[in-house]
């Protein structure tokens, strides 16, 4: 079949623009990355900034593109050593150079061909064709442009080329043709626009077609109000209608790229303005519009200085210059302020395009366009404010800075996101769409040509066929469809229909390629949703390009309360990065892929932050409101309220009358804003754009937003419940217990109010937070509040417990500051009574009362160590009274040989005072554990309280650790058996007996006659206690000012801990302890010293404490060793000492 000299079939225009197009912006990417690398000190090439080689490349750039190396050897003599590196390093970017020079050359050959075809081009027919082609145009030209900017690329050729002069005895086969290419072009427009004179005709023809498309997009924002443009809402009848167009694909063609093609095209046709009405108008409308385009990437080129610089030259030209002024300054007059109007407008429409696609997903098949066009609009605002910011030609910058900008952002990715959820849904719709409709109409257009040839018919049937063979099952079934095929075909068709002589004209069927352009957009609704999406709203131009306008965009929404609900959108842009890579530079791959996962954490991390920091300040007014209501601050309202009752003044006329908690809730009118309510606005705002999605994928990673607020919440609510405990190492000051627990109770609730904003498990923070506050120190190393208060309480109440200036009263359950001349900083009831403990408990949780139960134990073992010592050093004369108890006089001779006796008692004491306490911790913990899991609790005790007495005594043990852990009292305690017996087996303890004894090894049976003898030096020791004033009995505290009534717990507990490690019988041996003791003390009832028997019956009152708080003594024991009348005598006598001392 003949089609005249040149067949287009053969010539393949719709392959080649297709290859070309893609290859070029391989290219251009190259390209861009050698000007980047170039004008970065720390990645050009070395050879460009080493001294030795800069009269080299001096040289180089001078001669270029001539090659001399005869009579320059001494200049040249430096790149001699260093060829082999150059040609290595340098042969990425000269091949670069000479893959530009071969693009050219087969642009340039098919540009030729397409002239020599006299192809018609029009965008609203053949649109694939005329878009192809106007884009391979521009992208040549955008390639030369950005070479012609790459300022040390005559340095890098021609170094390169001298090294391969060097190395292989001539220069590179391609430099010639490279190097006139790089001199031809220096000024590239200038001479692309000669080189153009021959495609003017094709190029403006494809120009002109943009008169029905161009000024419709172009249009104000007033305009679009007007025609309702993108409203689903306007029209409530014709909702359901396919949104048409017979000019489809137009309508969501970027704004950009159609400008870029009206500057250069005209720029290189520019005889064309001087002859066309349509030409100019189209040449102005756009020259109004911008003052710069974007080239590739950031890189930008001014549009009227470069088309006044070029025009100058030309004569007859003053009417276009005076044209360029006048849009000049109309663009940099107006253009900002549409723009910004344009964005305003876009921000209420695509929100309300979202919302209604929201409540309705099925309006997406017949107004996908509207999305695409909605997408499409806005990315082109974005850039053209981004392209603008950054290259400010105005004084004002009021246009270029819009604080708003998130929010339009925001929407375009919520109709993203729309688009991928219902794919589905736009897949069946267009199914129904191609095979009940298009393929019919198609059908009868093709039935209707006058004139079809057999290759045309072929594809044209095809076309039919494959759209009546579509089915919903085919959606259904999960089917993965593909009609890239058809819209080739429909390319190549375009093309073959278009060239002059073709049998079939396109520019005669026009209907024919208006239909077959929407029947493209709806095959590309079924299949290619995910380019479409890339195609009309990829803002991947943010990554590495804009960077520092992207962040600074980013604080701007963080800062703007109103806008960080939208603050998500930033690290979703992320996602779009790696969209402008390309296969033609895998090289910048990587860093783009990095630069888009950190600037994503980052993103993140920053909202995390900030939620972080409203919730720590809406815990911090909560705590204050919380503290409002205290015990301690109810004082002064009672105190006025008892006044009041009986008619006193109440203090100085005038006084302001405290606020009562509560009152900050009394609002007089809804216009009243607190802090607190802004705090949970601006709140509420941002966990929206946490929770906004799940997760999302950048770079093969996945982000999860939540999971960054979980992390930040946990790291302050650590640092928070260690900063409300007030620790001051220096003054020793701490928080009651009781007020941190409210603090941390306040602080929880606020915690768990996030969860209906975000949806995290706080319970999951509680846990990980709460269960490492129980233990000495944290995941990060730092203490907790479980090692500060156990600090606290050992380090200063109890050690001024030692120091005498405070006693435990059995009485209040509580530790009570003593009068002395220097007071205490802190009052040690407020810190050691019920209440107090019981908050104590409720903070550290069995681990951490476990802790601190340990730190005693510690205390307590170190004390023993020295009492052994002291066992050691009167071994003998102990060992003697043990068997002399019956013999007074010897007794008597024999105790005054001892040692010590007061450092025995006083160690004794401090055990003492150390085991009340921890009672006091236990009872509190029980009493804690009884409220949160009483069934468990009662299982544990009574579990403890059946063990038979044949049980071993290693099972017994962990039945004692169990019920202690659950702070039930046990008749052996394990924490003290535990801390001794390590004790016992330590280095220290040994090492300080071995010095004493002088033995190597101490038997099993010396550490148990060594326990032996400590009973025994403590029951011979008592009665010096009635000498001391301090040991008077008050029966209103039930115990001893200088705590020796501590002595009965010290004994029952050190006694049992001790026989239990050494296997012997602690009856037994508390048994011999109550003979010695009580014979001790009967022999002060026969003293006549009134100083030595001064606290007489308060002393013996011991052994009836000895007896109540042991379990393995009786009433009847002390009853066969101590007459009970000389207790019930000395209860008396206590009491009435008391009385008459009150009195």
């Known amino acids: 079949m003949s089609r005249g000299v040149i067949q287009p079939s053969q010539q393949k225009l719709a392959e080649k623009l297709t290859i070309l197009n893609d290859r070029g912006i391989g290219m251009l990417t190259r390209v861009y990355n050698i000007k980047k690398a170039c004008g970065d000190p720390k990645a050009k090439p070395s050879y460009l900034v080493d001294k030795n080689l800069e009269s080299a490349v001096k040289f180089i750039v001078r001669k270029f593109p001539a090659v001399e190396t005869r009579n320059n050897n001494q200049q040249l003599a430096q790149l001699q050593k260093e060829k082999s590196e150059i040609l290595k390093n340098l042969a990425l970017y000269y091949f670069t150079f000479v893959d530009v020079m071969e693009f050219k050359d087969h642009v340039c050959e098919l540009l030729n061909t397409i002239d020599a075809c006299q192809v018609f081009f029009d965008i609203t027919v053949n649109f694939d064709l005329t878009k192809n082609y106007l884009d391979l145009v521009v992208t040549y030209t955008t390639l030369m442009t950005i070479l012609s900017r790459i300022e040390e690329r005559k340095a890098i050729i021609g170094l390169y080329n001298y090294a391969h002069e060097m190395t292989h005895g001539a220069s590179d086969r391609e430099y010639p043709r490279l190097g006139q290419m ?87 046709c520019h005889a064309v303005l001087n002859s066309d009405a349509a030409a100019l108008s189209l040449w102005k409308l756009a020259l109004q519009s911008s003052t710069c385009l974007c080239l590739f990437r950031d890189e930008v080129f001014h549009i009227h200085k470069a088309a006044e610089d070029l025009f100058v030259n030309i004569r007859g030209y003053n009417k276009r210059i005076n044209d360029i002024r006048e849009c000049k300054e109309q663009a940099l007059s107006h253009a900002g302020s549409m723009h ?304 009041k009752k009986s008619k006193k003044a109440t203090g100085k006329k005038g006084e302001p009358e405290r606020e009562k908690p509560g009152v900050e809730s009394m609002r007089k009118n809804r216009l009243l804003v607190t802090n607190l309510d802004k705090l949970h606005t601006a709140l509420s705002e941002l966990c929206f754009s946490i929770n906004y999605v799940p997760n999302l994928a950048v770079w093969e990673h996945t982000f999860t937003p939540r999971e960054y607020l979980t992390s930040h919440l946990e790291i302050r609510f650590t640092k928070s419940i260690v900063g409300m405990t007030m620790y001051n190492q220096a003054t020793q000051e701490i928080a009651k217990p009781s007020e941190l627990l409210t603090s941390v109770r306040a602080y929880m609730t606020v915690l768990q109010s996030i969860e209906n904003y975000v949806t995290i498990d706080i319970t999951r923070v509680f846990n990980n937070v709460l269960l490492q506050q129980t233990q000495h120190l944290d995941s990060h190393g730092e203490p907790t509040i479980t090692s500060l208060y156990t600090n606290w309480y050992l380090e200063t109440l109890l050690r001024q417990v030692s120091n005498g200036h405070i006693a435990y009263f059995p009485a209040m359950k509580a530790f009570v500051n003593l009068p002395t001349e220097n007071e205490l900083t802190f009052n040690a009831e407020e810190y050691s009574d019920i209440s107090e403990m019981r908050s104590l408990s409720e903070l550290l949780g069995p681990y951490g009362m476990k802790f601190l139960s340990e730190s005693l134990m510690w205390h307590i073992s170190s004390q023993v160590a020295e009492l052994k010592k002291l066992v050691v050093e009167n071994m003998e004369v102990l060992t003697q009274m043990r068997t002399s108890f019956d013999k007074p006089e010897h007794m008597a001779a024999l105790f005054k040989k001892l040692t010590s006796v007061d450092s025995v008692l006083k160690r004794m004491t401090i055990i003492g005072v150390i085991l009340s306490f921890r009672s006091l911790a236990q009872e509190a913990l029980r009493d804690v554990l009884s409220c949160h899991i009483p069934f468990l609790v009662s299982s544990v005790e009574d579990f403890k309280d059946h063990i038979p007495r044949e049980t071993d005594m290693k099972v017994a043990m962990n039945v004692y650790e169990l019920s202690s852990a659950a702070g039930l009292p046990c008749e052996i305690d394990p924490a003290l058996v535990v801390a001794l017996s390590s004790q016992k087996s330590g280095e220290a303890q040994t090492h300080a007996l071995k010095k004493l004894v002088c033995a190597e090894n101490i038997s099993p049976e010396e550490e148990y006659k060594i326990a032996c003898l400590l009973m025994v030096f403590v029951a011979v020791s008592l009665p010096t206690l009635a000498s001391n004033v301090m040991s008077q009995y008050s029966p209103a505290i039930e115990g001893h000012c200088n705590n020796i009534h501590c002595l009965a717990k010290a004994i029952n507990q050190i006694a049992a801990a001790l026989f239990t490690i050494h296997k012997g019988s602690i009856e037994d041996r508390l048994k011999e302890f109550l003979a010695l003791a009580s014979s001790s003390l009967l022999k002060i009832g026969q003293e006549t010293d009134k100083m030595t028997t001064r606290n007489r019956e308060s002393v013996y009152l011991l052994l009836d404490m000895i007896v109540q708080e042991s379990p393995f003594l009786t009433m009847d024991l002390l009853e066969s060793c101590f007459p009970y009348v000389l207790l019930r005598n000395a209860y008396h006598a206590v009491y009435k000492q008391s009385i008459s001392a009150n009195a």
Request: proline share 4%.
């Open 340 to 643: 910004r109007e344009r964005r305003k407008f876009l921000r209420s429409a695509l929100k309300e395009l979202a919302t209604v696609l929201a409540d309705q997903p099925g309006l997406l098949g017949p107004k996908a366009l509207f999305v695409f066009m909605a997408l499409s609009f806005a990315r082109d605002e974005i850039i053209w404010l981004l392209r603008h910011a950054d290259n400010i030609q105005k004084k004002s910058t009021d246009d270029f800075i819009d604080k708003h900008i998130a929010e339009l952002i925001f929407y375009m990715e919520e109709l993203r996101a729309h688009v991928r959820k219902y794919g589905p849904v736009m897949q069946r719709y267009y199914v129904q769409y191609l095979s009940g409709f298009d393929a019919v109409v198609l059908n009868e257009l093709v039935q209707n040509l006058s004139v079809c040839p057999e290759d045309e018919s072929i594809i044209m049937s095809s076309f039919v066929n494959t759209m009546t063979s579509l089915s919903v099952k085919q959606v259904e079934d999960g089917e993965v469809f593909d009609f890239r095929g058809l819209r080739l075909d429909w390319f190549r068709l375009q093309a073959y229909t278009s060239v002059s002589k073709a049998s079939l004209g396109i520019a005669d069927h026009k209907e024919l390629g208006k239909m077959m352009n929407t029947i493209i957009f709806h095959t590309k609704m079924v299949d290619s949703l995910v380019e479409m999406l890339v195609e009309t709203s990829d803002l991947s131009i943010f990554c590495s390009f804009y960077s520092r306008a992207f962040e600074k965009m980013f604080q701007q929404c963080l800062e703007l309360p109103s806008q960080s609900r939208h603050s998500i959108c930033f690290p979703l842009l992320c996602t779009h990065f790696m969209s402008c890579t390309h296969e033609l530079c895998p090289e910048e791959r990587h860093h783009i892929g990095d630069r888009s996962l950190s600037l994503c954490n980052m993103f993140l991390d920053e909202m995390a932050k900030q939620a972080r920091n409203l919730i720590t300040d809406i815990c911090t007014e909560q705590c204050t409101l919380s503290d409002q209501l205290l015990p301690k601050h109810c004082a002064k309202t009672i105190s006025q309220a008892v006044n």
């Open 182 to 268: 790089i001199v031809d072009y220096e000024n590239p427009l200038k001479k692309l626009m000669e080189e153009f004179v021959p495609h003017g005709k094709s190029l403006s023809d494809a120009l002109i077609s943009l008169q029905m498309v161009y000024p419709r997009r172009n249009l104000s924002a007033d305009q679009w109000r007007n025609a309702q443009l993108l409203s689903l809402i306007s029209a409530p009848s014709t909702m359901l209608n396919p949104a048409q167009s017979d000019t489809m694909p137009c309508e969501y063609l970027s704004l950009d790229a159609m400008e870029k093609w009206i500057v250069f095209g005209f720029i290189l």
